[in-house]
């Protein structure tokens, strides 16, 4: 038997490469410049024969030589450019180390609760301290909700919170707003920057380094929020943290298709596909489940330090601990780095239009648009339902404040219970992105619809938790599933231009989602409504926007020489299928 060659390391891979690529150039441009010397070159030698021995001969020989070696040149910076904008050709990525797993889940558990918990609650009860202190707040002396009479202190915050006490240019906003504006300024100033990124992501070999920056960044301005007690200086704090956190959560992202394209590299048609969904699933729903982890306790430390006489102080001591927690994340970057696997670094570095038109490769698949509406639309509907619920739960049905951080705490920890046990449901009914994604909004389209038809009933503590119970599966499921839709429509090699817009949309749409819920406060069956719009628009984008997991897969090039959809789009369908088919189809092999 002859032994098979050992698979080659990365570098080596692609100092190969790189040198195969070079000599074709080389020699597709000496071929092309022989051909376009004509056969009597030499016809200036013999002229200049006659009257100098044939002097001019090897002159003109010299000549046409230098000027072929300049062609010679040209044509290899251009095969070079070139290669820059369109690879030939993709590095097959190795399965992920343990190392860099829990690195990976590390991350999530750092930094999930910034988009979650810290910019629509910690900063805007922050602002609050700051442009309204409750030394100079003067509460109502009875405040009734629904026929039940609110302690005073418990509502001081609320009232607060909602009250629009910053005044710009004429005009006022309260601190919910002000956030929230600050939120939106932050994503109109990070967007040019990720056209830069996306190319970095893809084309660059030290993607780790990004990922430092961003976090390092971003943790530091959380230190700073107590130094300066002005409303004004909030305003970069928040757009800082917000644009950190969005080219983070990119690199992020991408590390997750990179790790799942290793999972998956030894197999092909049906079996990539069942190996790849059991895979990503697994992979990106624990890592929602320990994100909320993090989440949970950043919640728990916020209640308790706003039991302190002086809150300012304490909520600026959960900031810090916030960055300390955020900047812990950066392990991920040193624990693993995977470099580009589409081409090699060149020496020639695009313009800034080149780089802005690779940002925008994904409009060409169809498949990762309609994905990407769907993440936006599930990111706005669940943080519309988290701001408007907290809201309605303190204003509206004036809970007392442990139970709202039982709520939090079982919002953000249930999910630990039950995406882990979805994960096995979902092998078992062959599941895909797009079904379990359908699940999601259906749950919160369930929750939106009640919020919005009891909007003028009385809610007990108990309704509350149930509903925060089931709309945590909800955002659990759709934060999951979402990048696992795009991932899969992004092609090899790509994945950080996909991830990029991912983290970018899914930003756009928490944000709007928050402003919508905290526009109006005291009128929680408008936020419900919005959200049950957004829910019902994501349910009709899966179902009749062509959007298909399989379908995402082959416009992306993973399933090449699989022509034959009713081959693949009927999986787990085959009669006589269980599991055991699944273990053989590599499906089980997909737990990591």
Known sequence: MSEQPLPQPRSSMREALEKEDKEKAAAAAATKEKAAVPKNGGGGGNGGGKNGNGGGGNNGGGGQSGEETAREIQVVREAYRRETAAPAYVIPEEPPAMVELVGWYLYSFCSYFITHLLLPVLFPAIVTQVAFPSSDFTPDPKYTVKGATCSVHEMSMYQRLTRHSIVIDGSRLSPLGWSGLSWAIGILIVAPILTQTAHHLDRGQYQSLILIAATSFGSFFCLLTGFFKTVWVFLFYILFIAGSIIVAEAVHTRNLGLMIRGLAAHDSGKHLVLRRRAAASQLTLYSTAIG???????????????????????????????????????????????????????????????????????????????????????????????????????????????????????????????????????????????????????????????????????????????????????NGILYSFGRILLLDASPPGKEGAFAVWYAFVRCIGAMIGFAAASAGPGRAGGSFAAAFLGSFLGIIVLIFGNVSNIGALKAAGHLKGMDDEKRLGGLGMEKGEGMGAVADSGEGRGRV
């Open 292 to 474: 909320g982890i993090g989440a949970a306790l950043m919640a728990a430390f916020m209640y308790h330090m706003l039991r302190r006489t002086d809150q300012l102080t304490g909520l600026w001591v959960v900031s810090i601990f916030s960055g300390l927690i955020w900047f812990i994340g950066i392990c991920h970057g040193l624990f693993t780095n995977r470099p580009s696997s589409s081409s090699p670094a060149t020496p020639f570095e695009p313009n800034f239009f080149t780089k802005l038109s690779y940002s925008m490769t994904l409009v060409r698949y169809p498949q990762a648009i309609g994905s990407l509406v769907a993440v936006f639309l599930s990111s706005f509907a669940t943080m519309c339902i988290f701001t408007s619920g907290t809201l309605y739960a303190i204003g509206g049905v004036c809970i007392k404040p442990v139970l709202v951080l039982v709520l939090w705490i079982l919002y953000f920890l249930f999910p630990l219970i039950s995406l882990p046990l979805l994960h096995p449901i979902q092998i078992i009914i062959r599941a895909d992105a797009v079904r379990m994604q359908l699940l999601g909004f259906i749950i919160c389209l369930f929750v939106s619809g009640a919020g919005f038809y009891f909007k003028s009933h009385r809610w007990r503590a108990a309704h509350i938790i149930v509903i925060a119970l089931v709309q945590s599966t909800a």
